[in-house]
């Protein structure tokens, strides 16, 4: 079975700062794609970045990069030059890229940026 | 496209009575999701539908709780009869399948359901 782990509930980082918001999973499929969601004070879910089990290089979006370390099953978001709409609910997911292609995600990590 | 489209935005319903949350997926994803975001519980997943089959229904709470996608472009979420505790935001999110390359899932805006 698939599971997501965000250890972190809360994180709290002054503007300008790089963040590194932690994600670990656990999965038994050889393919799998890795997500990352952002779902500000209005409650949307945005999609951030995404990483493929198999790229070898880790994934990159503007001001977003995943550290992704596959031996350690970890997919840790970092987010550069941290920003004060950057405050918000920070999502892991998971999800194989074979057979039943469920889409999991961890608890969640709150970031909030201080000015 | 207009994106994933829920229905209602909110509703307040009182304990024992019926609600229909719906939903219609971005045209051409063949992946439906049902989620329910609760502060005690985050974002769990109730059921998904592939090719308007269901897949996954595990994360259905109990049998109270209905999921159906008659076609393509619609699916329902029915609780009955309802309770408090099913107040959350329920969030629909269709996808295409993952293969090759990254496919996202993309979210609505969420019903808010309070149950009094």
């Known amino acids: 079975a698939q599971k997501i782990t965000q250890t972190q509930p809360g994180m709290f980082v002054q503007e300008k700062e790089a963040v590194t918001l932690d994600c670990t999973y656990d999965t038994s499929d050889q393919s799998y794609g890795l997500f990352w969601y952002k779902q500000p004070s209005s409650g949307e879910m945005i999609f951030l970045i995404y990483q493929g089990s198999y790229d070898e290089q880790n994934a990159t979006e503007g001001r977003y990069s995943l550290n992704f370390q596959k031996a350690r099953k970890s997919a840790n978001l970092v987010i550069s030059a941290s920003q004060l709409g950057d405050s918000a609910m920070y999502f892991c997911?998971?999800?194989?890229?074979?057979?039943?292609?469920?889409?999991?995600f961890g608890q969640g990590t709150r970031l909030t940026i201080n000015p | 496209d207009a994106g994933v489209i829920q229905s209602p935005r909110h509703e307040v319903t009182e304990m024992g009575q019926e609600v229909t949350l719906r939903c219609k997926p971005i045209?051409?994803?063949?992946?439906l999701f049902w989620y329910r975001q609760t502060m005690m519980r985050g974002l769990e997943l109730l059921i998904y539908?592939?090719?308007?089959?269901?897949?996954?229904d595990s994360g259905m709470p109990e049998d109270r709780f209905s999921a159906k996608m008659p076609n393509a472009s619609f699916s329902t979420l029915k609780i009955q009869p309802s309770e408090p505790r099913d107040s959350a935001v329920y969030f629909c999110a269709s996808s295409l399948g993952l293969v090759g390359d990254r496919q996202e899932a993309f979210f609505g805006q969420g019903t808010r359901l309070t149950v009094v």
């Open positions: 045209s051409g994803h063949d992946y």
């Open positions: 539908f592939n090719n308007n089959v269901p897949i996954d």
């Open positions: 997911a998971m999800r194989p890229n074979q057979g039943a292609q469920k889409l999991v």
